[in-house]
Antibody, heavy 117, light 110 residues
């Protein structure tokens, strides 16, 4: 059974940094692309980034490009999102997701990031 | 503004059928069969309901079906049940090698 558990969320001041983690289990982590998606309070879903199975390829939404960095450690079955220069509009629940072969997603439960002074 | 356009809300009575549309362009919905649909109950994570336009993951009720015509994908739920009341989101792969979502549709079961 696929399990994705996010951690690292919390309250951070504008301009600050935060690193999210996602622990994966129940599948061969190194076989899959992984992704981060976020959802601002009361709003819809926004794709943030994804990373290839070997970390050779990454892509980002324009809204986070240059500020966020996605990475993974296949030996630890873990996905990460380093978030720098955070803004109020980055406040959201951040979901980790496994990317299946045809870009459909299996989701974790999410971790809340609040950017406020 | 979301890249994919969905109606903000739809409603139906128990037992009825409803359809939710998801309109994009030839650079996303129209260009690829990588359209998925997700169900999200309040306070919960999204759940995959349809992938590759019309395929159901194991465990998803056959009351859920998907289709596509041109730049518009659709999710149909037949035999509406109270438990279907939720938000529904479409997503598509794009020509920029990104993923994009619709703005979401709130389904109310009357």
């Amino acid at each position: 059974q696929v399990q994705l558990v996010e951690s690292g969320g919390g309250l951070v001041k504008p301009g600050g940094s935060l690193r999210l983690s996602c622990a994966a289990s129940g599948f061969t982590f190194s076989d899959y692309y992984m992704s981060w998606i976020r959802q601002a309070p009361g709003k819809g879903l926004e794709w943030v980034s994804y990373i290839s199975s070997s970390s050779s390829y990454t892509n980002y939404a324009d809204s986070v490009k240059g500020r966020f960095t996605i990475s993974r450690d296949n030996a630890k079955n873990s996905l990460y999102l380093q978030m720098n220069s955070l803004r109020a509009e980055d406040t959201a629940v951040y979901y980790c997701a496994r990317v299946n072969g045809d870009y459909d997603l299996i989701w974790g439960q999410g971790t809340l990031v609040t950017v406020s002074s | 503004q979301s890249a994919l356009t969905q109606p903000a809300s739809v409603s139906g009575s128990p037992g009825q059928s409803i359809t939710i549309s998801c309109t994009g362009t030839s650079s996303d919905v129209g260009g690829y069969n990588y359209v998925s649909w997700y169900q999200q109950h309040p306070g919960k994570a999204p759940k995959l309901m349809i992938y590759d336009v019309s395929n159901r993951p194991s465990g998803v009720s056959n009351r859920f079906s998907g289709s596509k015509s041109g730049n518009t994908a659709s999710l149909t739920i037949s035999g509406l049940q109270a438990e279907d009341e939720a938000d529904y989101y479409c997503s598509s792969y794009t020509s920029s090698s990104t993923l994009e979502f619709g703005g979401g549709t709130k389904l109310t079961v009357l």
